[in-house]
């Protein structure tokens, strides 16, 4: 199911740069009447990422991070579909903008290829300024640079099991004590960020026919941290 009618109708008389900040609470409220909200486990674990290659000079590692590190994994399974999810994640590649609730997060027109940068424009505050990491077949990594919400990198990868899933993951530290405030504290940010990750996988579920289009499946593990804070 797509965005319902009142949440069109909405983004239509709200035209203006200035009110694309209305738009997130909007599009939660609107998620929560279609009765299409996550399902979320969250669980404190140890964490030892592999660290991901600082590039550039302008890299925001997680060890540039406030607060906890946390891991967050966004799925959607793909049953019904003959669409191969390597297939799916290669049209994230090409076109990222085609699959972003462009109302209040874009991306870029792509393709995206090891090495390019971009800045993701949110509604808000914070733009995440990205680098392209590493851009394999079943994966992409984007690496957070200076002035991003967050510090660490979030990856769009294929899962192999004995159903074919999609999966945005993200290892990061908030990049301020102010995102990180709305982000753990208040957990606006939080549900914003789902929202938007939650949006790219249904779209891209949806671009493969997938139907009935299942829940995302979320899951955060959390290392606790708080002498970053």
């Known amino acids: 199911m797509s965005r319902s009618l009142l949440y069109r109708t909405a983004i239509a008389v709200l035209p203006l740069p200035m009110l694309r900040p209305v738009v997130p609470p909007l599009a939660l409220l609107d998620r929560l009447l279609r009765r299409r909200w996550w399902s979320e486990t969250q669980l404190e674990a140890e964490l030892d990422p592999e660290p991901v290659e600082a590039r ?36 994230f590649r090409q076109d990222p903008d ?16 090891q090495g390019m ?20 077949p079943d994966r992409i990594r984007l690496a957070t640079l200076e002035d991003h919400m967050e510090a660490g990198w979030i990856e769009f990868r294929v ?16 990049g301020s004590r102010g995102f990180w405030l709305l982000h753990d504290v208040l957990p606006f940010a939080w549900w914003v960020q789902t929202d938007m990750w ?23 593990l959390r290392h606790d941290d708080a002498a970053r804070v």
């Open 198 to 220: 939650s949006h790219v996988l249904e779209a891209l579920a949806r671009s493969a026919g997938v139907d009935p289009l299942p829940r995302v499946i979320v899951t955060t």
């Open 56 to 91: 550039s000079d302008d890299a925001q590692t997680i060890d540039d991070g406030v607060g906890d590190l946390l891991l967050r994994r966004y799925e959607i399974g793909l049953d019904g579909t003959s669409v191969e999810p390597i297939e799916l994640l290669d049209r």
């Open 117 to 136: 940068r971009f800045t993701i424009d949110l509604a808000g505050p914070w733009n995440g300024p990205v680098e392209v990491a590493e851009d394999a």
């Open 98 to 113: 085609d699959f972003a609730p462009i109302e209040y997060a874009e991306f870029t027109s792509g393709p995206l290829r």
């Open 159 to 174: 899962v192999d099991g004995d159903r074919p899933v999609l999966r945005i993951e993200s290892t990061a530290r908030a």
